[in-house]
């Protein structure tokens, strides 16, 4: 019988955590579904004490996800455990993951205090975050860099006041391969009731060193891996969960199963490159563009005659599908929906209908339609339900002349128009919607990414906009990034409780 990988996901904490990558609630919720198809254990679903954004996004995964257990953050402070209780309300399986710095650079430089009292504080939080739920996962943040006898007497503290999970970060990525797979064998060996709990690797890429530090993790008795999409993550990022996931499908010696539906890799390494504005490089193992392109010659010649002379993995167990068809203007519905498939969204035929519509007039517009593209159309039913929409925009702008903005709205039926000056098109457009919506509210954030190359490319709006003391987030997609623009203002305010 083989051993039992736990797959834990950070992707939308560790890896949210990266500068431009952050998310909006509804991706948030899309991403959290495809951990869920992909078949992780546990996702961390984000750090609720530390903004109203993260706060609700854990409550709506948890009411979106049926079977992995939702973890949220928090430091080994009470109002933090209180905040992260709170956020898993709706949550059918529940973790609290708590912790504090250990090694003595955190402990002296950023606590100011001694291990005695860092012991104290984690062993209360644990203790404490127990009156809440009944599964506690602790973290000792730079664990790679902490002496390891404190940090056996550390795990050994927090087991007995109730952890059920704890997590040895290499939070600098500065450990050697055996240096962490030796720390975890002598926990393994000098903790009592070591056997009772699970202990999980965490490791940082710095010195590109994550996967192989968690592969020494597991091999020396490490049951769970915390481990991201694509290896996103602050700085150099974290062990990447499609390399742990192929390296045990592909050495079964090593007598270690994961829950991993390897053949939703690729659609869901797409799908958090496309939402988080992250491209992935094309040398990456297993979802980079080239990681099964065989270029040269001799290798060409070699997978001509037999595929496994020069490939180790069949790329569609990945769930890469070679034979992609090219979306254009003449594709049908079948081929969309195959698209959408392989990128892991399953839609009823009355949605499929709609964003068929949708992918008919941006292929009228562009040539080719990409993945990204497919995605942003997939996403865009999200406003089927609206009952604010834009009927029409008109917008002049140009050197030296203040913007003008003209603009129809169709509310629940009813048409209003208004027209407004603004600093620029945007600015036009925006101050026409609040003509016609007379509320008070403030415009607190407004990302555009590009999503591809090309200048007629579909363009990405987010919005955050504060009403009634409340952040609500908008999104809009479209050729013309006026429109994206409006369309992300007017989502925002169809999400406000009249
Ligand atoms: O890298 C780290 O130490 C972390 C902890 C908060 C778990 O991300
Ligand atoms: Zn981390």
């Known amino acids: 019988m083989s051993d039992r990988l736990f797959i834990f996901d950070t992707t939308l904490r560790d890896g949210e955590q990266v500068p431009g990558c952050q998310l909006n609630t509804v991706e948030k919720i899309q991403i959290a579904k495809q951990l869920e198809a992909l078949g992780v254990d546990i996702i961390e679903a984000g750090f609720p004490i530390s903004s109203p954004g993260d706060f609700q996004s854990v409550i709506e995964i948890s009411k979106a996800v049926t079977w992995p257990t939702i973890c949220a953050l928090a430091r080994a402070v009470q109002k933090d455990i209180d905040v992260a209780a709170e956020a898993l309300k709706y949550a059918k399986h529940k973790r609290i993951h708590t912790g504090i710095g250990t090694s003595e650079q955190h402990i002296r430089y950023k606590f100011n205090s001694n291990q005695d009292e860092i012991l104290e504080r ?4 644990v203790k404490y975050a127990r009156r809440y739920v009944d599964d506690v996962e602790f973290y000792a943040e730079d664990a790679g860099r902490t002496d390891n006898v404190y940090l056996a007497r550390v795990v050994e503290s927090v087991i007995k006041a109730g952890a059920t999970v704890v997590n040895i970060p290499d939070t600098t990525g500065y450990c050697l391969p055996e240096e962490y797979g030796e720390k975890i064998r002598f926990l393994k060996e000098h903790v009592d ?6 202990l999980s690797t965490h490791c940082h890429n710095d010195l590109g060193m994550a996967t192989a530090n ?30 742990i996931a192929m390296i045990f499908r592909s050495h079964h010696e090593l007598n270690i199963d994961t829950n991993i539906n390897t053949k939703k890799i690729y659609s869901t390494s797409r799908m958090v490159s496309s939402l988080m504005n992250m491209p992935i490089q094309p040398n990456k193992a297993i979802v980079g563009k080239n990681a099964f392109a065989h270029s040269s010659g001799i290798h060409q010649d070699g997978m001509l005659k037999n595929t ?3 490939e180790i993995i069949d790329p569609k167990e990945v769930g890469i599908d070679d034979c992609a068809i090219v979306l254009t203007a003449r594709s049908g519905r079948a081929a969309l929906k195959h698209r959408l498939h392989v990128l892991g969204i399953e839609m009823t035929q009355e949605i499929l209908d709609k964003v068929y519509e949708d992918f008919l007039k941006l292929a009228d517009k562009k040539k080719d339609i990409t993945d990204d593209d497919v995605l942003v159309l997939a996403g865009a039913d999200r406003n089927v339900n609206h009952h604010i929409k834009l009927e029409y925009l008109q917008v002049t702008s140009g050197v030296g002349v203040r913007s003008v903005a003209s603009l129809g709205l ?9 027209a407004a000056t603004g600093n620029g098109p945007v600015d036009a457009a925006i101050k026409a919607v609040k003509q016609i919506i007379r509320r008070q509210m403030t415009l607190k954030e407004f990302t555009i990414q590009a999503i591809s190359k090309g200048s007629d490319d579909v363009g990405k709006v987010h919005m955050q906009v504060e009403y009634n003391g409340q952040i609500f987030y908008g999104f809009g997609a479209n050729t013309d990034i006026i429109a994206a623009s409006v369309e992300a203002f007017i989502d925002c305010i169809n999400k406000f409780r009249h």
Do not use: H
């Not at 009731?193 to 699970?198: L, Q, R, S, T, V």
């Not at 169709?410 to 208004?418: C, D, K, P, V, Y």
């Open 308 to 310: 496994s002379t020069y």
């Open 193 to 198: 009731g070591i056997d009772k709990i699970i």
């Open 214 to 243: 968690t592969m020494n993790g597991i091999l020396n008795g490490a049951r769970q891996v915390e481990v991201t999409i694509n290896g996103i993550g602050e700085r150099a990022g974290n062990t990447s969960l499609e390399e």
């Open 122 to 125: 984690a062993v209360a939080a």
């Open 410 to 418: 169709n509310i629940s039926g009813e048409q209003f128009e208004a």
